[in-house]
Each structure stands twice: as C-alpha cells, then as structure tokens.
C-alpha cells in the first residue's frame, strides 16, 4: 500500500476514543495533584473507558465493569454516606 | 378537589384521544402535559376573573366533569391489561411512591426560596380570590409563575398548604413518564425503560426536590418531555405545549433550549407524526402559549420588560444577564472537582455545595453511559443535546454554591445506561440496587429540615404544621407586618391555612410607616435582620415612643405604640 493510500485510511474510531480519553487524562494529571488522582473520578472514568475500548466484547468485562462501579461506589460512599447518616440521626 | 382533579384527568385524557401519537409512552408523557395545561389555564383564567375560590373551581369542575361524562369520555379510559414490567421493579416503584406521599403529608414547606418568593404570593392570591399586586417583599416575586399555579391548585380547595407538594409530584412523574419514554424511544424493554425511569425519580436531587415547594424539578421535567417529543418526532405543535408550559415556568428552561433545538435538527431527518387533530394540536399550543407567556406579558404590562427584574440594577444581585465563558468554566470546573462527590452536606433541595446526583450517577451511572454511548447512536444525539444544554445553562448563570439546581434533566442520562447495562449482568444489576439503596436511605430527609426541625414537625398537629422557628406572638388571624427587602421567610407568617392577612411595609419615612400600620389595623410588625441593620426608621419610632421593640422565637420586630 503506497504512502499516500495509508494516509488516506479513515483513523478507527476506536483510536480517536483512546486518544480523547488519554487527553482528558492528561488533562486532569495536569490540573490536579498527581498523589490525588487515584480518586480522582473524571481520571477513573477515563481509565475505564480505555479498557472498555479495548475489552468491552471480552469475558472478563462484566467484572472489570463490576470493579470499576464498586470501586467509585466506596469512593462516593465513603465521604458522602456519614453525612447521611449524621443528618438522619443514625450516627452512633 | 376531588371533582376537579376527575374533571382534569378525564378533560386531559380527552383531548389526548384527538391528538395521540399512537406511541403509548409518549402519549403517557402527552397526557401529564396536558394536564399541567388544564390546571395552568384554570388557575390563571380563576386567578385574572376573581374567582380563585374552592366553590367556583369545584363549580367549574364539576360542569366539567358533567359534560365530559354525557359526551361519553370515559368510554374510551384504557382497560386494566397485565403489567409489561418486572414485578420487582413495580414493587419498588410502589414503595417509593408511597414514601413521597408521606413525605408530602408530613413535610411543609421549608426552604428559603420556597419561604420568602415563591410562595407568599401564592398565599396573597389564596387570601384574594385572585391575583394581586401584592407578591411579597423579594424581587424574585415577579419571575415566571408557572409551578406556582400548579402548587395554588393544590392549596385552593382546601385553603391549607398540607398537600402543596403534590404540584411536585405531578412534576416528578412528568421526569419519570419521560425518562421512561426516552427509553421505549431508544428501542428499549419495558421493564429497562421503567428501571431508568426509577434510577432517574430516586437522583437525590430531584427526589428531594420535588417534596420542596421548588420549581426546579418542573424546569428539569419539561426539558426531558420536550426531549421525548422531539425524540419522537411529533408535531411541532405538540413541542410547543412543552416549550411554552417549561418557558412559564422558570427561565432556565429557556437556558436548556439550545440543546433542544440541537437535538430537534439531528431529528429532522425522521418522518414526523401526524397529530390525529391538528385543530385539537394548535388549540393545545396556543392555550400553552397564553399560559406560559403570562408571566412574561404581565411583566411587560406593569413595568415594561418581560423578564423583570432581569436587567435592571436589581436584578443584577439576583443573576447574570447574558452569557459568560467565565461563568461556564467556573461552574463545570465546581462541578467535576467538587460538587458530584457529594460530600459538602448530606443530600438537600437547595443542592448546597453539592450536585446531588446520587451514588447511582457517580459510581454506576457514568461507566454504564461510557459503555452505551459506544453502542446506540440515538442515545449519543441525546447526550450531546443534553450536554449542550447544561453547557448552555452554566454559561448563562453565575457560579453559586446551588446553581447545579438548574442542570437536574442531566442525570437522565447515567439512568437511562444504567439500566440498559444492568439488565444484560446481574453483577451489574447488583451492584445498581446496592447504590440505589443508598439513595433510598439518604433521600429520606433532606438536609434542610434539622433535627430540632425534624422534632418540631413531628410534635405538630398536620393543620398547623410549619417549619418556621415559633408562632409569632399575635393571636390567629390578627394581621401582621413585615418590613424586609428579602428575606425573613413572609409566608410564615400567613398560617398554614392561609387565615391571617401580612401586610408588606415598605415606607422610607417613620410618619408614612406609622399611617400605614393605622390604616391596615396592624399592631405588631416583624424586621428582616437584613432590613433592621441599616435602617434608622426603627430607632427613631422607638425614640419617639411610637414604636417598642421586642423579640420572640420567631424573630426581632416592633410593637405600635399609641
């Protein structure tokens, strides 16, 4: 295939999400404290969706899916559910 | 009450008849619409004519009623058929439902937006019959009133505010009813599109909200109607009930617009359905047009600018007029790195600090949407309009610690993937019910009702039940004053059932104010901590010894002294 043929080629949208995702990622690397980013929820959400690029048609991706929720779950929970309880009364 | 409410449901079920899209979810959607015109056009036609009254609504009605009955429009009420949806999902659906009519029981109103504008010119037009001049001290008093008149439904016959927050309700299931039919739109189950509808109904934001006495949740459900009649391609007329009833209602639904519009243009190529009465169609627009254009032709009337106090020094304090990019980075910058975690205070009407899309949206919503985008062409049109909307509100509205109020047709989104996702893993369904019982748990009170507050109602018998700190210390039904700019929470002072007459002080000079509270028979006015501050009036009444101060538990005011 000539050079002129394989700049032609359309890129795959599947380059164009991971390129969008890591430009978020870099983004929010850039913007935020490196040591924070692992709770950081735009940076996991772009985490996953690279993964979801790559294996949203493998077996394991239901789990890893499962393991991102959760994990955004205890995230959000864990800061967000004692004031909850705190104004429902049910703290101890 | 119970007679209008027949003569609107059966009045709106008839004129669906004439102009349904054949689409049962959109004609749902359709139906609540025009209902919500019904009550719109009786209420303001009442309100202009004098006759806001419970026997000449009831009247009204039940003429209504009668006529509809000998026309034969209950022959055509759908007949009980078995229910397309998982049983666990209605059974839910159920019980959350009878939680906010709990919530409705036992809540008055209690936010301060709700307290100081929108409501005391309800209660002055429950005391008149009509509409008055007279709206109350804010200069909110005059935005559009359009979930105002809805909530007036509510209250009018029984001339108490124990179910006034049925008007949310009503709202709450227009969202739910379009959230479902965006579902059904996209090609989904029954059950998934009922799932989605659930998630979005149980976003703590809007649950809250809706019990609040708030328009919010109405702005936010007329968006997601517009978007599901557009999505369905029905007829222009038809999308114009939502745009003109959403415009009446609160101006941040005219923010939203822009996305709309996006949407409606990456529509058009789809084949438009046909109303089976266009008359019937253009009749129903052009009555949403009177009713959600009032407000803005009233404005015009008594001060010359439609969207009044916008654009005057006034209204400067109250929100930015035109667009800012400063505006639209600040707010999505607060909302990504703060605010959708949730963790400013618990859950509340007033979205303090927080977004208060719930752990649905953050932990499960948002991966489940990643992976829908990917697959369904139609739901990327509908997240791009939706975004174009909150990126249109956010540019027009300055940032505020609860400004994410006006952008709460946005978690839809997450709800509706969330569904779709859920229902092919089990894992993943798990994992949806284990957040939306999270949700459940923290949207059983919202952060603005205290404890002591939360004590307080409870002790209270239903018909005198009221947030505010402690009864005023004047007997039942003898009138009140209240000198305030904004602030000091007026409808408190009316009573719940509306029995005692507030009468607004608004006097420079101590001579005017004197004749005033003479006039109007009043003994006892209170002060907005604000207002007493910076004004010498009151010292000089007390050095005069025609006014003697004092303070209660509800607040700080003076007596007339003669």
Not at chain 1, 3 to 9: F, P, Q, S, T, V
Not at chain 2, 113 to 138: N, Q, V
Not at chain 2, 441 to 456: F, G, V
Not at chain 2, 549 to 557: E, L
């Amino acid at each position: 295939m000539s050079e002129a043929a394989l700049l032609r080629k359309p890129v795959p949208p599947a380059v164009w999400e991971i390129l969008a995702a890591l430009a978020v990622l870099a983004c929010r690397a850039w913007s935020s404290p490196l040591a924070s980013l692992w709770r950081d929820w735009i940076a996991l959400l772009c985490v996953y969706w690279i993964f979801t690029v790559f294996g949203s048609r493998s077996r394991t991706w239901p789990y890893v899916t499962g393991v991102a929720m959760a994990g955004l779950l205890a995230l959000y929970a864990s800061r967000q559910f004692p004031l909850s309880m705190t104004a429902l009364g049910l703290t101890p | 009450m119970i007679v209008a409410n027949a003569a609107t449901l059966l009045g709106a079920h008839s004129l669906l008849q004439k102009i349904k899209t054949g689409k049962p979810s959109v004609d749902v959607v359709l139906f609540l619409l025009l209902r919500i015109l019904l009550i719109s056009g009786a209420v303001i036609l009442a309100g202009l004519v004098g006759l806001l009254t419970p026997l000449a609504l009831g009247l009204a009605g039940a003429v209504a009623l009668a006529v509809l009955l000998a026309r034969g429009a209950q022959r055509s009420l759908p007949r009980p058929m078995p229910l397309p949806w998982n049983r666990w999902l209605v059974a839910g659906a159920v019980l959350i439902l009878i939680r906010l009519l709990l919530q409705v029981w036992f809540f008055a109103p209690y936010t301060d937006d709700a307290l100081c504008y929108h409501l005391p010119k309800i209660a002055e037009w429950i005391r008149a019959g009509g509409f008055t001049r007279e709206m109350g001290s804010s200069p909110r008093a005059t935005l559009p009133a359009g979930f105002e008149v809805v909530e007036t439904w509510w209250l009018v016959f029984l001339h108490h505010d124990v179910l006034i927050e049925m008007a949310g309700l009503e709202f709450l299931a227009l969202a739910c009813g379009a959230v479902y039919a965006l579902g059904r739109e996209l090609g989904w189950s029954p059950s998934c599109a009922l799932g989605s509808a659930i998630l979005f109904g149980m976003t703590p934001g809007v649950h809250l909200e809706a019990t609040s006495a708030l328009n919010d949740v109405a702005a936010a459900a007329l968006v997601l109607a517009t978007a599901v009649l557009v999505v369905a391609r029905t007829a222009p007329s038809l999308i114009l009930v939502a745009v003109a009833l959403g415009a009446g209602i609160k101006p941040t639904y005219v923010y939203a617009l822009p996305g709309l519009a996006l949407l409606y243009g990456m529509s058009r190529r789809e084949a438009t359905l046909r109303p089976g009465c266009r008359w019937a169609a253009r009749g129903a627009s052009t009555l949403a047009l009177l009713a959600g254009g009032f407000w803005y032709a009233r404005n015009v009337l008594w001060f010359g600018n439609p969207v009044y106090p916008m654009g005057t020094p006034q209204g400067a304090q109250i929100q930015q007029f035109g667009p800012s990019l400063s505006s639209l980075r600040e707010n999505v910058l607060a909302l990504i790195d703060l605010r959708v975690y949730d963790f400013v205070s618990a859950p509340g009407a007033l979205h303090t600090g927080n977004a208060n899309w719930g752990a649905v949206a953050f932990a499960c919503g948002f991966p489940a949407l990643i992976v829908v985008l990917r697959e369904e062409p139609r739901l990327r049109r509908l997240a791009m309009a939706l975004l174009f909307s909150l990126l249109c509100v956010f540019t027009l509205v300055t940032l505020d610690p609860w400004n994410v109020r006006f952008i709460q047709f946005f978690p839809a989104l997450p709800a509706l993937a969330l569904a779709r996702v859920a229902t092919r893993h089990r894992l993943l369904a798990g994992l949806a019910v284990i957040a939306l019982f999270l949700e459940f748990i923290s949207t059983t009170l919202p952060s603005e009702i205290s404890r002591p507050k939360l004590a307080s109602l409870a002790s209270q018998e239903w018909s005198g039940r009221s947030t505010r700190p402690a009864e005023p210390s004047v007997a039942k039904g003898v009138p009140i004053g209240l000198f305030s700019d904004e602030g000091g929470n007026p409808y408190w002072l009316y009573d719940p059932d509306f029995s005692r007459r507030v009468v607004y002080l608004r006097e420079s000079a101590l001579e005017g104010l004197l004749t005033t509270l003479d006039r109007e028979a009043v003994t006892v006015f209170y002060v907005a901590v604000k207002t007493d501050q910076s004004n010498p009036l009151f010292e000089e009444g007390v050095r005069k010894r025609a006014l003697e101060p004092f303070r209660d538990g509800f607040g700080r005011g003076y007596r007339r002294v003669r």
